[in-house]
């Protein structure tokens, strides 16, 4: 490739991204119709702040709920049971602390689905 070539191919690159840019420049804006330029001229563009206001989170899960209790009716447990009467009471106990969590969280599902509103 030669130097003149590449001055041509400089100068080519050079004319055509002048070009692109004064394509992209925009003429100066005519008055809308129906009005003179001078009465455009008087127009002024009022600008408006609006405040949004965001709603801040609720916590919904209290402090006080705490983790779930240790259920006295897991598989090792029945299995270590001396006899029926033993696996029943520790069936019977883990339902009483089940029912027992289970209210808490329905409390704490409806005091959120309250606070939503």
Same mark, same amino acid.
């Given at each position: ?22 394509? *992209? ?6 008055? !809308? %119709?129906?009005?003179?330029?001078? #009465? +455009? /001229? ?17 916590? *919904? ?6 983790? !779930? %209790?240790?259920?006295?009716?897991? #598989? +090792? /447990? ?40």
């Amino acid at each position: 490739m030669s130097v003149r070539q590449v001055r041509r191919g400089a100068r080519f690159c050079v004319l055509f991204g002048a070009a692109a840019l004064g394509a *992209c420049a925009s003429p100066e804006r005519s008055s !809308p %119709p129906g009005m003179t330029h001078q #009465d +455009a /001229a008087a127009v002024r563009t009022v600008t408006k702040t609006v405040r949004v206001y965001v709603p801040k989170p609720v916590r *919904c899960v209290p402090d006080g709920l705490g983790p !779930p %209790p240790v259920y006295p009716d897991t #598989d +090792a /447990a029945l299995r270590k049971a001396g006899g029926a009467a033993d696996r029943y009471q520790l069936l019977a106990a883990g339902r009483i602390l089940r029912e027992e969590r289970l209210r808490q969280l329905e409390d704490v599902v409806t005091r959120c689905r309250k606070a939503a509103r």
